[in-house]
């Protein structure tokens, strides 16, 4: 399945109202080529395409938010992460972007190292269940944490990674990776100092 010309692709809504779609965004290069792993409906991929030029394709392992994609004229297919990306040889991308997915893969460390296989730079963005209102609300319920940002039970919840800032440097420095840039968000504010206590989610360009 081809990648997609900018001119190919449907018009999309302006994303940038959103700090952390302004900041992904900013880190891709116009014209390059990018895959979006859990791309949703595809609104991201679609800006991109439209407003940066970049040849866009996407996976997604959700029908109707495939068939969204399509409906914007994107290049996506339905399919598991989970199982790798086997398909795609070394450095077919420019940028492999996993946003607010990391969390809910069943295999984070190969799933990144693939990423890191088939994509020049790789852009990652999660929430920080470090942030202090989790702390406190497990200090204080003695219960699995629920934030507004982390509304659900343990029960129903589709996190089955609970990662903090900390951990994914740690990751980080044991695999090699470089951190190119981070920007840490408080409801969609940046947060310039102690980033794992007060920010509820990471945005990281790697390479």
């Known amino acids: 399945m081809p990648v997609l010309e900018a001119s190919e692709i449907a018009t999309a809504p302006d994303l940038l109202a959103r700090e952390d779609h302004r900041i992904i ?10 895959l979006d792993l ?8 679609a800006w991109l395409a439209r ?10 392992i959700a029908r109707e938010k495939v068939r969204r994609c399509v409906e914007l004229g994107l290049s996506v297919y339905q399919g598991d992460i989970n199982k790798g990306l086997a398909d ?5 991308f420019d940028y492999v972007i996993l946003s607010q997915t990391l969390q809910v893969v069943q295999q984070p460390l190969e799933l990144m190292r693939e990423m ?24 204080c319920t003695g219960k699995a944490p629920r934030t507004g940002h982390l509304p659900y039970q343990w029960y129903d919840s589709p996190n ?3 990662l903090t ?18 920007c840490f968000l ?20 790697l390479s």
């Open 25 to 34: 965004a900013d880190m891709i290069e116009d014209s390059s080529t990018v």
């Open 116 to 139: 890191r296989r088939v994509g020049r730079r790789i852009v990652v963005a999660f929430p920080n269940f470090g942030h202090w209102t989790v702390r406190l609300s497990l200090l």
């Open 51 to 60: 407003h940066k030029g970049v040849k866009a394709r996407g996976v997604e």
């Open 88 to 92: 795609y040889p070394p450095a077919c």
């Open 160 to 162: 089955i990674r609970v």
């Open 186 to 205: 408080r409801r969609g504010r940046r947060v310039a100092n102690q980033p794992n206590l007060l920010a509820d989610s990471a945005i990281y360009l």
């Open 38 to 45: 859990g791309c949703g409906e595809g609104d991201l991929l």
């Open 165 to 182: 800032i900390f951990d994914f440097e740690a990751l980080l420095r044991e695999e090699g990776f470089c951190a190119e840039q981070s």
